[in-house]
């Protein structure tokens, strides 16, 4: 069956610091990828999706980046946090685009 | 571009209480429709999904859904909530070649 692992559970961060968020999927070929962010009361805000490796698109501009080095691996970065980077990101994956998602346990990012 | 209205933020019922939470889409478009259910503490779950046929939909735990193309409208009902329904819902909607957009939510309490 197919699993999604996302790593840390949580992480604090002092502004200006670099971030890297992993997630990677198990026993399941080329899927694809996603990052959400979720916020109180604005729900889950689509950040990057990838439909194969190094294939990334952006939804919305800020101070992350996504890459996706290898087929079920997926990485959000940011090389300087800033507060407002704070909130709770998940990683999801999907046969298909217009498919369910399947959401990881999530990252809770505190940036002080 | 897609996006989703979920206007009840939180409702509160009673145990044994009807439920109906909306939702609406703006996409002009084919659409595949879907719920989904995070409760306290856990990952965000797949409660249903509508992708063609039938319009009322069943999912898990007993709720349904209703896809109505004129009002473009997915509501989420229940009959008879209990207090093990308390969560968040999230309706979400994608088309075409797009990732799932989210609404931002709505939290349910149910009192015992």
């Known amino acids: 069956s197919q699993t999604i692992h996302q790593w840390p559970a949580t992480l604090v961060q002092p502004v200006g610091s670099p971030l890297s968020l992993e997630c990677t999927v198990e026993?399941?070929?080329?899927?694809?990828l996603y990052w959400y962010r979720q916020a109180a009361g604005r729900g889950l805000q689509l950040l990057f999706y990838?439909?194969?490796?190094?294939?990334i698109s952006s939804e919305v501009p800020q101070n992350l980046s996504a890459s996706r080095p290898q087929d079920r691996q997926f990485i959000l970065s940011s090389k300087k946090l800033l507060l407002s980077d704070s909130g709770f990101y998940l990683c999801?994956?999907?046969?298909?685009?217009?498919?369910?998602?399947?959401f990881g346990s999530g990252t809770r990012l505190t940036v002080v | 571009a897609q996006s989703v209205s979920q206007h009840n933020h939180h409702v509160i019922l009673s145990e044994a209480a009807s439920l109906e939470l909306g939702c609406n889409y703006s996409?002009?478009?084919?659409?595949?429709l879907f719920w989904y259910v995070q409760y306290p503490g856990q990952h965000l779950q797949l409660l249903l999904k509508?992708?063609?046929?039938?319009?009322l939909v069943k999912g898990i735990k007993g709720f349904e859904a209703e896809f109505i193309k004129s009002k473009f409208s997915f509501n989420l009902r229940k009959p008879s909530v209990q207090w093990s329904d308390t969560a968040e819902y999230f309706c979400?909607?994608?088309?075409?070649?797009?990732?799932?957009?989210f609404g931002s939510g709505t939290r349910l309490q149910v009192q015992p």
């Open positions: 026993g399941t070929s080329n899927p694809n």
């Open positions: 990838s439909v194969g490796i190094g294939q």
């Open positions: 999801a994956w999907s046969v298909q685009l217009n498919y369910g998602y399947t």
């Open positions: 996409y002009g478009g084919t659409v595949n």
């Open positions: 979400a909607v994608n088309a075409g070649r797009r990732a799932l957009t």
């Open positions: 509508y992708f063609s046929g039938d319009p």
